[in-house]
């Protein structure tokens, strides 16, 4: 039951914190149903330092539930153990509304751009310059003089094609990143039966979902561990990412699949 659940995540949880690096972070994955309690056992044992988030990752589509809303997600808690903690934030491509409607500019050579202004978010009373006819903004530019002729000689800014207008900065979709992943997961199909990457292991982990997990809070030749591995996809991932790894299971069905993939 429940109860017998969360006591025995408790104790290994204790002993998960103490194995991890002062910048680590950890991933709780769990079902809806008792993701709540087990937040509330990482946040005592973890305590008030560090970062944590509750990410939702939508794991199957909709189905019909006549009688209740239809459950369709899985939680992943994460929760780093200070204050100090790796991060490389990732991105999902644009998708084609956002395209269509924010790059509408296009350079001789093709490149296509959206405009920015240069106005500084907060005032700066030093960056109350006159920038080539034009009047500085209410709360100054947002770069100093240098940096503002070194952007219109590298093409980045457009001045005003008509008198009051105000120059602005191009910002080039090929040097663009995409949209920052957030705590919503839609993009990522759990594993099917027809997937090269099926071990046919019930609770199996699309390499997707893993491979996001470990480029955000590792870097290359780190070290990861997964406590209860199951079809090894934490291995296995962390392998070709060039990470080093510790994969650890009770299951005799669980371990035997992770040392055959």
């Not at 408790?10 to 991933?27: F, T």
């Not at 309690?37 to 539930?65: C, L, M, P, Q």
């Not at 990457?197 to 070290?223: C, F, H, M």
Request: one cysteine or more; glycine letters at 8%; a neutral charge.
């Amino acid at each position: 039951g429940a109860d017998s659940f969360i006591a025995m995540i408790y104790e290994r949880l204790i002993l998960m914190r103490d194995l991890m690096h002062s910048d680590g972070s950890i991933y709780v994955h769990m079902g809806p149903n008792v993701a709540s309690a087990v937040e509330a056992v990482i946040r005592e044992i973890f305590g008030s330092t560090g970062a944590s988030a509750t990410i939702t990752w939508k794991r199957v589509t909709a189905h019909g539930d006549s009688q209740r809303w239809g459950v369709i997600h899985d939680a992943i808690l994460w929760r780093t153990k200070g204050e100090s903690y790796i991060w490389n934030a990732q991105h999902e491509p644009y998708d084609d509304s956002y395209l269509s409607s924010k790059y509408t500019n296009t350079t001789p050579d093709g490149r296509r751009y959206r405009l920015d202004n240069l106005t500084s978010p907060n005032p700066r009373p030093n960056m109350m310059y006159e920038w080539r006819g034009c009047t500085p903004p209410a709360l100054g530019w947002r770069y100093e003089l240098a940096t503002m002729e070194k952007l219109y000689a590298e093409g980045r800014i457009e001045l005003p094609k008509k008198e009051g207008g105000r120059p602005q900065l191009r910002r080039f979709l090929d040097e663009g990143k995409g949209v920052p992943v957030g705590t919503v997961w839609a993009d990522i199909a759990p594993v099917n039966s027809q997937a090269k990457e099926d071990t046919r292991y019930d609770t199996q982990k699309p390499e997707a979902l893993v491979e996001r997990i470990l480029k955000a809070s590792s870097n290359e030749g780190d070290l990861v561990a997964d406590f209860f591995c199951g079809s090894g996809t934490t291995a296995a991932v962390a392998e070709k990412l060039g990470r080093k790894w510790i994969a650890t299971d009770l299951g005799k069905f669980g371990i035997h699949t992770t040392r055959k993939r």
